[in-house]
């Protein structure tokens, strides 16, 4: 199956700064999200983005699927952004589905 | 997005019995999705499940396990069978979106003692 490989494992940010995540997985991708888990364990959806960039306020989403990664921006990180952030993908193929696989996820800490 | 609702959102249960999760969607789907995450881990998609015929189980999970039914396009059910401690985990259903997004409900934390 799919290898989806996330980076870093753990960070910790100071209020405020910025921060890259990054997803790499092994083979072409008709589907891509990121989602951030928030400490209560509710999933919430960032943004689905199988290719291209997206912003959706201090959040911005790169993906390049040719080279199969994808990157997540925080810029002026807050303590709110803390959680996991997972990155999820389903193989290109013919028939409609929705079957994601998760990367392990990138745990982070905001600290005021 | 769609309103996903998980009934019970946590429950402690004892070794050896099975529990019910629920999953109400506020709109009409073609699939619903259980996942599975285990404690520290991340999600594991337990079966798909479509209105009008029988889940399709990912490997490693079976039916005798976790038999799930899907009643209408609205509604689905897990049930976790003869529950362990290694069962403990957040349970989670979730649907597809006209533009291939995901999104889940709010999960169900099921702790076995």
């Known amino acids: 199956g799919i290898q989806v490989e996330q980076s870093p494992p753990d960070l910790i940010l100071q209020e405020g700064a910025n921060s890259t995540l990054r997803c790499n997985f092994s083979?072409?991708?008709?589907?891509l999200q990121w989602f951030h888990q928030n400490p209560w364990g509710q999933l919430i959806n960032l943004f689905y983005?199988?290719?291209g960039t997206k912003q959706n306020g201090r959040l911005s989403a790169t993906t390049v699927a040719t080279e199969r990664y994808s990157l997540l921006y925080i810029s002026s990180s807050q303590t709110t952004d803390s959680g996991v952030y997972f990155c999820?993908?389903?193989?290109?193929?013919?028939?409609?589905?929705?079957?994601?696989?998760f990367g392990a996820g990138t745990i982070l800490r905001v600290k005021s | 997005s769609a309103v996903i609702s998980q009934k019970p959102s946590r429950d402690i249960c004892q070794r050896g019995t099975s529990l019910t999760i629920q999953c109400q969607v506020d709109?009409?789907?073609?699939?619903m999705f259980w996942y599975r995450q285990q404690p520290g881990q991340s999600l594991t998609l337990i079966a798909t499940?479509?209105?009008?015929?029988?889940?399709?189980?990912e490997s490693g999970f079976v039916i005798d396990k976790f038999p799930i039914s899907r009643p209408n396009l609205t509604f689905s059910t897990l049930t976790v069978s003869n529950m362990s401690p290694e069962d403990s985990s957040i349970y989670l259903c979730?649907?597809?979106?006209?533009?291939?997004?995901?999104?889940f409900g709010e999960g169900s934390r099921l702790t076995v003692l």
């Open positions: 999820a993908v389903e193989r290109l193929k013919v028939e409609y589905g929705n079957k994601l696989v």
């Open positions: 983005i199988p290719s």
């Open positions: 083979d072409s991708v008709n589907n």
């Open positions: 499940a479509n209105q009008g015929s029988e889940a399709t189980y």
């Open positions: 709109s009409q789907v073609t699939m």
């Open positions: 979730s649907v597809g979106g006209w533009t291939g997004e995901l999104f």
